[in-house]
């Protein structure tokens, strides 16, 4: 058993070792294989060990010793139970069919850059698989480090772009202001308890005091800002659609933001015993899922759109967290995976029909030309808009319930929320596939459905967005909560949300809410498409612009660090420093060139020097009573 969980992980990294190293001898075809095959290989085991884990208790698989000082030893070990092995499911899962969908998208690439992507995707999946097996703390944060590596390698994918590269920059930095929050509570953690291990953690944890725990708690969570993209670290994510749109379907669905999740969701025990950091959790969500929505609704960008939708619903799954329902947050993160990645995926096919363009407003009537496309997005719109019954409808309404039952105030904030998820979504729908065409008579006539290998992902993933959610559909409708009783092992009682919360009042209640709007933004279909605006003013510009938060960004931090760092570059580097070891050589270079003339060659030179070698020789080391004595001596 030990050995099968270890080929998880194994797999993708010999995928990357073998695309990586011999990318310029391999063939597109035989890069594409070896990309998806060591994804799939990783799915079977994966679904193996989901198969294993059901309804047994958890393990954890020891494989050698990583860190072992007198203090604290470090295992590098794997911890297989049911939160680790459902996001196994969905990292390979998802990850596989955006690895397929990827041979047909990137086809034009040359052959060595093409193994170079596919080796990218692999080290993808690997850290982000290795992040969700780590047992502890730190090898947690060596698969956290390691998605942020390859979140920079492929949004500046494009590297010959300089604005692709300033993107992939600004995710790596933001990230790592959000990883030093992490790794604080990780030395935390270590110092108090003298382990990283989640087991001896979780047991040890009576021991912290309540300063402690709160401490550590809000460390973590500023670490999951940065990587699920939440207030104040969430500009990155809309910036990362730089790099090629399968990627962004991979960070947004199956790996990097949900990482964030993830963490607080396995860290459960120590967020219950801390009110201060889960109101926290809570706030900070709710805040920016109706930010983002805001944002996203006059979005031109169908890339961005989806960007500020992916941290939107972040900020739902926070918001679940915050509240004490953790399997309800980490069920939006399942459903989110079925409709992002098949939304994402989709915006690709209508890019790559588009010939690259992804402005909106030069869209329209796609349904015609791409109908394939055009359903399959259609059934991702109705998911996350709270559709009655599709996966979103069972998931965000768990959560809209669970705030209701915290407090009807962050309830009423969260449907506003919710609201603007089928504003902006379907806006976008409406836009790009119905109507009349706006494009160019040149795109319109090349308008073609995308090939099977991108068409096929996209109706599983619809699938899945459709029924996906039934796994949880509650007893008020006639099913049965198989989700949160295959993750009762392991979330605590003492946080884990019992089936009498879900009462038919309360889903009616959302779901009604959730339908009227979308009916409402059905009968905006004119508005929409015909008499749209391409030009904001007033809100909708100040919405357009993202409430200028990038601005405030450059003008209060980026900025003022820029001018600092020039200063530092031009007086501190090239004249202190610089100047001083600059200075040295220079005084070196002058004295030997003045040195080198006393090797003049005449002999009375050299007898003058001698000469007054040793008057300065008697004038510095003898006293007046030697030179007397020495005088007397000779005279």
């Known amino acids: 058993m030990n050995s099968i969980v270890s080929l998880v992980p194994l797999f993708p990294l010999l995928?990357?070792?073998?695309?990586?190293?011999?990318?310029?001898?391999?063939?597109?075809?035989?890069?594409?294989?070896?990309?998806?095959?060591?994804?799939?290989?990783?799915?079977?085991?994966?679904?193996?060990?989901?198969?294993?884990?059901?309804?047994?208790?958890?393990?954890?698989?020891?494989?050698?010793?990583?860190?072992?000082?007198?203090?604290?030893?470090?295992?590098?070990?794997?911890?297989?139970?049911?939160?680790?092995?459902?996001?196994?499911?969905?990292?390979?899962?998802?990850?596989?069919?955006?690895?397929?969908?990827?041979?047909?998208?990137?086809?034009?690439?040359?052959?060595?850059?093409?193994?170079?992507y596919f080796a990218y995707l692999n080290l993808f999946v690997f850290s982000m698989l290795l992040l969700v097996l780590g047992a502890n703390y730190v090898i947690m944060f060596i698969g956290w480090e390691g998605v942020g590596l390859c979140s920079y390698l492929l949004i500046g994918y494009w590297f010959s772009n300089t604005d692709y590269n300033y993107a992939a920059k600004k995710a790596f930095i933001m990230n790592r202001i959000g990883d030093l929050g992490f790794l604080l509570a990780i030395f935390w953690i270590l110092g108090k308890l003298g382990t990283a291990t989640y087991s001896e953690v979780f047991d040890l944890r009576n021991t912290l005091s309540e300063t402690d725990i709160t401490a550590i708690t809000l460390l973590l969570f500023v670490g999951a800002c940065g990587k699920s993209a939440q207030i104040p670290l969430y500009t990155w994510l809309p910036d990362a659609m730089a790099g090629p749109t399968p990627v962004s379907a991979l960070i947004h669905?199956?790996?990097?933001?949900?990482?964030?999740?993830?963490?607080?969701?396995?860290?459960?025990?120590?967020?219950?015993?801390?009110?201060?950091?889960?109101?926290?959790?809570?706030?900070?969500?709710?805040?920016?899922?109706?930010?983002?929505?805001?944002?996203?609704?006059?979005?031109?960008?169908?890339?961005k759109v989806l960007a500020y939708s992916t941290v939107s619903q972040l900020g739902f799954m926070f918001l679940a967290l915050g509240v004490g329902a953790y399997t309800t947050g980490v069920f939006h993160v399942m459903t989110h995976a079925f409709f992002k990645a098949l939304m994402f995926l989709g915006a690709g096919s209508v890019i790559h029909a588009m010939g690259g363009e992804q402005d909106i407003t030069k869209m329209g009537g796609l349904y015609k030309k791409l109908p394939k496309t055009t359903w399959t997005?259609?059934?991702?719109?109705?998911?996350?808009?709270?559709?009655?019954?599709?996966?979103?409808?069972?998931?965000?309404?768990?959560?809209?319930?669970?705030?209701?039952?915290?407090?009807?105030?962050?309830?009423?904030?969260?449907?506003?929320?919710?609201?603007?998820?089928?504003?902006?979504?379907?806006?976008?729908m409406w836009l790009v596939f119905f109507g009349g065409f706006r494009g160019t008579h040149e795109q319109e006539h090349h308008l073609h459905e995308s090939p099977a290998a991108m068409t096929i992902p996209l109706i599983i993933l619809a699938i899945l967005a459709l029924v996906g959610g039934f796994v949880q559909l509650p007893e008020a409708f006639g099913g049965k909560e198989y989700f949160n009783e295959f993750l009762s092992p392991v979330v605590p009682a003492m946080s884990h949300e019992g089936s009498s919360v879900a009462t038919t009042e309360y889903y009616m209640l959302t779901g009604t809410?959730?339908?009227?709007?979308?009916?409402?933004?059905?009968?905006?279909?004119?508005?929409?498409?015909?008499?749209?605006?391409?030009?904001?003013?007033?809100?909708?510009?100040?919405?357009a612009d993202k409430w200028y938060i990038d601005e405030?960004?450059?003008?209060?931090?980026?900025?003022?660090?820029?001018?600092?760092?020039?200063?530092l570059k031009s007086v501190v580097e090239r004249s202190g420093i610089d100047g001083l070891v600059n200075g040295v050589g220079r005084f070196v270079n002058y004295s030997s060139r003045q040195v080198r003339l006393l090797q003049s060659g005449q002999v009375g030179s050299y007898i003058l020097f001698m000469v007054l070698s040793i008057t300065v020789f008697f004038l510095v080391f003898w006293n007046q009573d030697n030179i007397a004595h020495f005088l007397t001596n000779i005279f």
């Open 377 to 428: 997005f259609v059934i991702g719109v109705l998911a996350i808009s709270g559709f009655p019954f599709t996966s979103g409808f069972i998931s965000k309404d768990e959560i809209l319930i669970s705030v209701f039952e915290k407090s009807q105030v962050l309830y009423w904030f969260a449907v506003f929320a919710a609201v603007l998820t089928a504003a902006y979504m379907f806006r976008l």
């Open 253 to 303: 669905a199956a790996t990097m933001v949900t990482a964030g999740v993830y963490m607080i969701a396995r860290s459960n025990v120590l967020y219950a015993m801390s009110e201060v950091s889960s109101d926290v959790v809570a706030v900070v969500g709710l805040a920016t899922a109706i930010l983002a929505g805001t944002i996203a609704l006059y979005q031109n960008d169908i890339k």
């Open 15 to 116: 995928g990357f070792l073998i695309n990586g190293l011999f990318r310029k001898s391999l063939s597109k075809t035989a890069a594409g294989i070896i990309g998806s095959g060591a994804v799939l290989l990783s799915f079977i085991i994966s679904v193996y060990l989901f198969s294993d884990i059901k309804g047994n208790e958890g393990y954890i698989v020891n494989l050698f010793d990583f860190i072992n000082v007198a203090s604290f030893k470090i295992s590098f070990a794997f911890q297989v139970d049911q939160l680790s092995v459902l996001f196994l499911l969905i990292i390979t899962g998802i990850g596989f069919l955006i690895h397929v969908y990827s041979t047909a998208y990137m086809k034009e690439e040359v052959p060595a850059d093409f193994a170079r």
């Open 513 to 543: 809410v959730i339908g009227l709007a979308v009916i409402y933004f059905l009968t905006r279909k004119k508005f929409a498409v015909s008499m749209f605006e391409g030009v904001y003013t007033g809100v909708k510009k100040f919405l």
């Open 552 to 567: 405030l960004y450059d003008a209060f931090i980026v900025n003022p660090l820029n001018a600092f760092a020039g200063f």
